[in-house]
């Protein structure tokens, strides 16, 4: 079946530092990636998404790229933000089915 | 963008009483709706899958006689929790896919709800 597996954390980081969590998948066919930010108390948000190979999907200022021969979907940002402190959850759909399946998170705490 | 109104967010019961939790797509239409709970630090577990007009699906070892759920719209689900226990106490979270033509499911975006977090006493 389907699956997701993305770097546990905790990350901490200083404000400015480079990011990378790491995702891979295993799934038939040709599944959509997303990226989900669920900030503290809330809901999950959709952060960014990448429907076939060699899409990159960005939003402000994460980006993740498909890359089928690796199957990975790994999340960057250049320079991070104490607002981007949050859980980031990995997540795939498709090869036959309609369910999103998720990674664990990964909790980020960015430091001032 | 797409909202999912969920409510109400934070509900705190007696242990036998049931809640319902309610999840709305206010600018769009949405013929699937997921149930998900999600435990203290760890990532979403699907309940059910909610189809309008029809049935909800559940996931293995969810208990639907517990866990009711009704998709009378296009726009609205309902999940009832009956008879809370303290071990239903959790973060609940729902989402909506956007109806939409050809290719749906390749694209399956969901948009989430904010939450409701039930405390059973």
């Known amino acids: 079946g389907n699956s997701v597996t993305q770097m546990e954390g905790p990350v901490t980081l200083s404000e400015e530092a480079f990011l990378t969590i790491n995702c891979t998948y295993t799934a038939t066919g040709y599944p959509s990636l997303f990226w989900y930010v669920q900030y503290p108390g809330e809901g999950l948000q959709l952060l960014l998404k990448a429907t076939k190979a060699d899409d990159k999907g960005s939003n402000k200022g994460f980006e993740a790229t498909y890359r089928k021969e690796t199957t990975s979907f790994h999340l960057e940002k250049g320079s991070v933000q104490v607002s981007d402190s949050a859980v980031y959850f990995c997540?795939?759909?498709?090869?036959?089915?309609?369910?999103?399946?998720f990674g664990k998170g990964t909790k980020l705490t960015v430091n001032p | 963008g797409a909202v999912v109104s969920q409510h109400p967010s934070r509900v705190i019961c007696k242990s036998g009483t049931s809640v319902k939790i309610e999840c709305r797509s206010l600018d769009f239409q949405a013929t699937t709706m997921f149930w998900y709970r999600q435990f203290p630090k760890q990532s979403l577990m699907l309940m059910a899958t909610s189809n309008e007009g029809s049935k909800a699906t559940y996931e293995q070892g969810v208990e639907k006689d517990k866990f009711l759920i009704n998709h009378a719209s296009l726009t609205l689900s309902t999940l009832t929790v009956t008879s809370a226990h303290p071990e239903d106490s959790s973060f609940y979270i729902c989402?909506?896919?956007?109806?939409?033509?050809?290719?749906?499911?390749?694209?399956?975006?969901?948009?989430f709800g904010a939450g409701t977090r039930l405390s059973v006493l």
């Open positions: 989402s909506a896919r956007e109806r939409s033509s050809g290719g749906a499911l390749a694209k399956n975006i969901q948009y």
């Open positions: 997540a795939l759909s498709g090869g036959g089915s309609e369910k999103l399946v």
